[in-house]
Structure formats: C-alpha cells, structure tokens
C-alpha cells in the first residue's frame, strides 16, 4: 500500500515508520536514522536491538532488509558493517515529502507536543545609559527565540528587566531638581533618539562631577534615594521623566535594529520593588537566608571566593538597601505565579552566570521554583574586537551601539550599490539597512551564544562565506528565477529521476521542521543558522549544475522551479525566525 505522507512527516520519518513495520518486535525501539555520506540514511539502532533480543546483529539486519515494504519510500537497503544499515530512499518519495510540505503555510513544521508558557528575559539595556554590543546580543539573540518558540506553538511572555533603579537615581533626580530645565524640549515630537541620548549623557556627567565634588549635594542625593524607594510624588515624577527619555533613545536603537520591542513588555528593576521587602522577609522566615554581618544572605557550599571563604548571595545590605538579586527573586515570584511560567528563559551575559546560578538556587530552597519550571541562562559571551580583544575605541571606551549599527548600513549600502543594477537610491537605501542588519545579526547568531565573537565588518558583510548577505542573495536569485520563469510554474513531478544535487537539496529541506524543533528545546538558534547557510550552498550547488528554466523537459522546469520556491521559502522563513529580512531584489 502506498502511503500518503501527512504534512508534518518527513522523509526521515516514513522511513522510521517503514522499518518498524518491518520488524514487529523491536516495538517502539529507535532505529536510529541519521543522514549519512555513504547513502541517504544509516539506521545504527539494530546494533542495541541485537543486543536486547540476544541475536545476531547482521542476521537481525537481514531480516529488516527481507522484511522491508519496498513501497514507495525505499529504493535500496543494504547490511554494512556490524549491522548497519544504509538506505537510499526513492526520487519519488523525496519529492512527493515536500510537495505536502509546500502545502502548508508552515512548511510542513509541527507544533510542539506539550507546549508550555516561556517567559523570557532580554534586551535589558539600562536608563540613562548609553547601549552596548552587550546589549546588543541580548537583544538579537532574544528576539530570535521569541520567534521561534512561538513558531513551535509555544506562549511567549517578553519581559524587558531594564535597569531603572537604583542608588544612582538619587543623583539624577536631585541635579534635574536643582537644574529643572535639563531635560526640557523645544517641541516634543521633534526628539529624536540621539538627543535624548546626549541629554541623558551630558545631565549624567554634570550630576556625578557634583556628587563627586560636593559632599552637600551628595547627602541631598542620599535622602533622594530614600524619598524614591518610599514613593515621594515628586520625586517620583522626576524619575519618571529619565525613563521616559531613555525609552525614547531605546525605541529608536530597537527601530534601528528591526525590532519590535512593546510598552507594556518593558518591566524594569522598579516593577518588582512593592515585592522586595516580602521576598526578604519570606527568605529569612524560611532559613533559607540568614543575617551576617547586618546583610540579609544566603550561603551555598561550593561557592567560595578565592581566599577560600563563601560568596553569599546578598539579598539585603546592611544599610537596609536591596539589590539586583532581591529583584531578581521578585521577578521569579512574579513570573512564576503571576504569568503562570513552565520556563524561564534569561538572555544574559555570561559574566552574570554566577548571579544566575544562585538566584536560580535560591529561588529552588524558597520554593518558588519548583520541578516544573525550568530556569535557563541563555548565557552569551563577549563580543571583541578585531583583535581579538574586548570591543573599545581607540580612546578605550566602550562603543556606542548605534555608531555601529550605522557603519554596518554604510558599509552594506555600498555592497548593495556595487551590486545593484537595477535599484533607485531609495531602493539601495532600504536595502542596506535590510542587508547590515541582517549582518550583524546574522554574525550574532551564528556563533553559539555561549563563545565570545570578532565583531568584524568587513567579513560581515562579504558576499561569500557564512554570512547573512550569501543568504540574502541566494533568496533574491531564486525570485528573479522565478520573475522570469513566464509561463512555467512550480509544480511537483515525484515521477522525475532527480539529479545528485536535487536529492541533497530535497533532503536537507525535508530536515527544516526537525531543525527548527531542536533548536526551540535547546535555545540554540546557530543550529538554525548553520541549516541555513547549508541550504543556501546546497542551493548554489543545484543551481550551477541544474539548468532550470533551461532544463530538458517542461516537467524538469516545473519541478526545479518547484525545488527553486520551496527553497526561497525555507530560506525566507528560517531567516524570519532569527529576524532577518530577505529582499525580493537584491
Ligand atoms: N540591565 C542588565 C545589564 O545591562 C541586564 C538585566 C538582565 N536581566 C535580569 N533579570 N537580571 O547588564
């Protein structure tokens, strides 16, 4: 009996169902299908099946091979070795697979089984402050999960723990009390990110000189603080003012990185302070925390500084002053119970990671995490400079973001411009905007998070490699294909032989939707990345020795041109999932 391929099975997994059906009593036993070099797949699962049963493992494969439904799937089995087995499977099948994919608006991707609520902690600059490559890999690294969990059918709940609070507040408030009009705009609508920015900078500036040169004014900022924390209106009102001329410079680095970031998303440090003093008070009630020295801590036996001596994490100073981790336990509380997490999810440098680990700790003794919930660092490494050193200017200050967002558009619009044959000044705008994005995000992601990275421009942008502009391109040569394609259509023919290069295209897009599984379970979005830029090779390999609008028959045109839009559409969505946009032109 044929089988009819339902949208989701791939290749991959008829042909598990096809030889569990060769062997009933192997059960639900995995065969252990992998892609191989030898043919399309190998199955190693009979090696521990023999082992299981007590026979013979070659004999056992043999049986397999006897009792194979030829069907419409295989086209040849052998035993190998000890007792692999390597399997072709059939032009046909290949084709057929991904005719029922290309027929679904999803691309044949399932949903996850058990799909749960992930709360997500990213892009988490901090007010008053000017944003960093640091802030950067949070960001791009974050969206991209969002995406793709939801893509998985996952609930996503963004929260953006921007550092809003804080002794440092006290300063601020009190100069722009002082110096009322500091913040003051012509015309508000005409702010624009940068000014807002340089106003933060420059009252941030003038308010630290004055609190490190005035003792009065620091002992005015010191009651500030206290009237913050205890909710004075004024004061209030104030602090108020700095995040909203912070967000202003925020929102315009997030539109300037293709990101759509929500109001009511932003819950910074400040959202959680009605819940520190409780969290404490839970934490000391329970034991789980205890007083030394005056500061509110909890112990853990194999943290030690290197003197030997414990590291606590301190949820409260001796002054009576909460810190970073009191909010963090806040915010766990409050996600956990409130938001109803199954995971959560934080998108954090990895020099937080020991903060993290005991929060997460800490937050497991209180209870508030319990074997339902998983808590993840998403931990990232540092971004360095091309010499390999963390990323400064020449002065051997930090790098503003922005400045360089705007190099990678300058330097793409010039690839786009020498590119382009077609395209106005408007257009080659657009488009390296598009393109040095989709650069740095792309070089962003496709690294694993966890090791540090070069943030070099120039290989950024260059059109061969693994960067996002090869991608790019690959997609907009398969629509200008397809533009000129006239009266030809895409159109499946599982009755074509294809040739070497159509197989391995077909079949490392029949993996699309398992790639895409693995990499929401795993929080591993290079996984993504690297499908990708392999499919934009096994493209280039296709195109150069397949000839398609060339091609011998009118059915050969229809099927590579088939090949050609499901192609383009893998590319177009697995590039949506990291937030990278595909140009129809290029
Ligand atoms: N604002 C912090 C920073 O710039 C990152 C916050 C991370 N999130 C958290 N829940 N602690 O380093």
Same mark, same amino acid.
């Given at each position: 009996?044929?089988?009819? /391929? ?89 084709? =057929? ?12 991707? /399932? ?6 609520? #992930? ?11 000017? !944003? ?27 929260? $953006? ?64 603080? @206290? ?10 009102? !104030? ?45 000391? =009630?329970?034991?789980?925390? @205890? ?18 001596? /414990?590291?606590?994490?301190? @949820? ?38 020991? $903060? ?5 700790? #800490? ?31 020449? =002065?051997?200050?930090? @790098? ?114 398992? #790639? ?9 979005? $290079? ?60």
């Amino acid at each position: 009996m044929a089988s009819v /391929p339902s949208l989701a099975s791939t290749v991959q997994q008829r042909l598990a169902d096809a030889l569990s059906a060769a062997l009933p009593e192997a059960g639900s036993a995995d065969p252990l299908l992998r892609r191989s070099d030898r043919a399309d797949f190998q199955a190693n699962g009979i090696l521990a099946l023999a082992k299981q049963l007590k026979g013979n493992p070659r004999e056992l494969a043999a049986k397999v091979v006897g009792a194979l439904d030829s069907g419409a799937v295989l086209k040849d089995v052998e035993v190998s070795g000890p007792g692999f087995l390597n399997i072709t499977v059939s032009d046909q099948a290949i084709v =057929e697979t991904l005719a029922a994919r290309a027929a679904d608006s999803r691309l044949g991707v /399932p949903y996850a089984d058990e799909p749960g609520t #992930t709360v997500i902690d990213y892009a988490q600059p901090n007010v008053a402050k000017e !944003m960093h490559v640091g802030h950067l890999r949070s960001a791009v690294i974050g969206a991209a999960m969002v995406e793709i969990l939801e893509f998985t059918g996952e609930k996503v709940v963004r929260r $953006h723990h921007i550092g809003d609070w804080g002794t440092q507040f006290g300063m601020l408030i009190q100069y722009l009390v002082e110096h009322p009009h500091e913040l003051d705009h012509k015309d508000d609508s005409a702010v624009s990110g940068e000014e807002a920015m340089s106003n933060l900078d420059r009252l941030y500036k003038a308010s630290r000189a004055l609190f490190d040169s005035d003792e009065e004014f620091k002992a005015r900022s010191r009651d500030r603080v @206290v009237a913050l924390q205890s909710g004075d209106p004024e004061t209030r009102a !104030m602090w108020q003012r700095f995040v909203d001329e912070s967000k202003i410079y925020f929102y315009s680095v997030f539109d300037k990185l293709d990101m759509q970031i929500d109001d009511p998303d932003i819950v910074g440090e400040s959202g959680y302070n009605d819940m520190l003093a409780e969290t404490c008070r839970l934490l000391e =009630e329970s034991g789980v925390a @205890v007083r030394s020295e005056g500061a509110l801590c909890v112990f853990f036996d194999d943290v030690k500084g290197p003197d030997g001596q /414990p590291v606590p994490l301190i @949820v409260q100073k001796s002054n009576g002053g909460f810190g970073y981790a009191a909010t963090d336990l806040s915010a766990i509380r409050d996600r956990v119970r409130n938001l109803g997490a199954s995971t959560l999810l934080y998108v954090v440098d990895a020099r937080q990671s020991l $903060h993290f680990k005991m929060v997460f700790e #800490t937050a497991r003794r209180a209870g508030w995490l319990n074997g339902d919930v998983k808590a993840v660092q998403l931990a990232f490494g540092t971004v360095l400079g091309k010499d390999g050193k963390p990323f400064k200017t020449r =002065e051997g200050e930090t @790098v503003r973001l922005v400045d360089l967002l705007d190099e990678a558009v300058e330097r793409a619009s010039a690839v786009v411009r020498e590119k382009a044959q077609d395209l106005t000044e408007e257009e080659i705008a657009e488009r390296g905007a598009q393109v040095g994005i989709g650069a740095v995000k792309y070089a962003d992601l496709s690294t694993s998070a966890a090791r540090d990275y070069k943030f070099d421009l120039d290989q950024m942008v260059s059109l061969n490699g693994d960067t996002s502009v090869y991608l790019q391109y690959a997609y907009a040569r398969i629509q200008s294909i397809l533009r000129k394609s006239g009266d030809a259509k895409p159109a499946a023919h599982p009755e074509l032989a294809l040739a070497p290069a159509e197989r391995a295209l077909g079949l490392h897009i029949d993996q699309f939707g398992e #790639t895409v599984a693995e990499v929401a379970a795993a929080f591993e979005p $290079h996984k993504l990345a690297a499908y990708l830029y392999q499919l934009a090779s096994l493209y280039t390999t296709f195109y150069s020795e397949c000839p398609v609008l060339k091609a011998d028959t009118p059915a050969q045109v229809e099927n590579r041109l088939f090949l050609c839009d499901i192609t383009a559409r893998t590319l177009h969505q697995g590039m949506a999932l990291l937030g990278i946009r595909t140009p129809e032109r290029l």
